[in-house]
């Protein structure tokens, strides 16, 4: 019967037994496959992330700057953290505003006349 490579090293097990080499063989294939799945979910991750980036630029592409005092000059482009929370306030109002008229088509259009 041909060994694998590793296996020619490795003492004859007693029956029952494994030898170590056949184990990190084994250890080496999970691990292989532990390191395949995470670069897939890292990948996953990446492409998740550029797109709420692009997002973010489609919807808000004014920048927030953290540190910047309130009293903002609306000509240099940016917006104070608290203008920021105030734009996705009422976009966030927005669009419940519209969840709310579309629930409300839907349940006209549902009613027994």
């Not at 000059?73 to 104070?80: A, E, I, M, R």
Request: proline share 8%.
């Amino acid at each position: 019967m041909p060994q694998h490579p590793g296996q020619a090293q490795a003492a004859h097990p007693s029956q029952g037994q494994t030898s170590t080499t056949e184990v990190k063989f084994d250890n080496v294939a999970k691990v292989k496959a532990l390191v395949w799945s995470l670069k897939d979910a890292l990948s996953r991750t990446i492409q998740e992330c550029a797109l709420q980036l692009r997002d973010s630029h489609q919807y808000l592409p004014v920048p927030v700057v953290a540190t910047k005092p309130d009293p903002s000059n609306p000509q240099d482009g940016t917006l104070s953290y608290s203008q920021y929370i105030n734009t996705i306030r009422a976009q966030v109002s927005f669009a419940k505003a519209v969840q709310d008229v579309l629930n409300e088509g839907a349940r006209r259009i549902n009613q027994p006349e």
